[in-house]
């Protein structure tokens, strides 16, 4: 079993930034694929980004491609999620999650799941 808490969200400008963390308790991160998914009122969770277990470079969704850094930390059995140049659009409850499947940008290929943290931008 896998506990995941996410912080670092709150109000900030447009153009701001954030950075978000996620940490594990329970067990080791280091054998998960690490994703961070979004969602706004009324829509569905999306995809952000994500990295797999043996690292490498992280996956990201269009919308915030050379905006956000995901990092892992498998030592401290931490995810942080960087984020800049912050736009309304990205206003939204923002999940951490753990799986162990390739399709990463998938909700059902990860079987833990954060309560969220809200991130919300003014423009």
């Known amino acids: 079993q896998v506990q995941l808490v996410e912080s670092g969200g709150g109000l900030v400008q447009a153009g701001g930034s954030l950075r978000l963390s996620c940490a594990a308790s329970?067990?080791?991160?280091?054998?998960?694929?690490m994703g961070w998914f979004r969602q706004a009122p009324g829509k569905e969770r999306e995809f952000v980004a994500a990295?797999?277990?043996?690292?490498?470079?992280?996956y990201y969704t269009d919308s915030v491609k050379g905006r956000v850094t995901l990092s892992r930390d498998n030592a401290k059995n931490t995810v942080d999620l960087q984020m800049n140049s912050l736009k309304p659009e990205d206003t939204a409850v923002y999940y951490c999650?753990?799986?162990?499947?390739?399709?990463?940008?998938?909700?059902?290929?990860?079987?833990?799941w954060g309560q969220g943290t809200q991130v919300t931008v003014s423009s």
């Open positions: 990295i797999f277990w043996s690292g490498g470079s992280p």
């Open positions: 999650a753990a799986g162990i499947k390739t399709n990463v940008v998938a909700t059902t290929s990860y079987n833990y």
């Open positions: 329970g067990r080791t991160l280091s054998s998960y694929t």
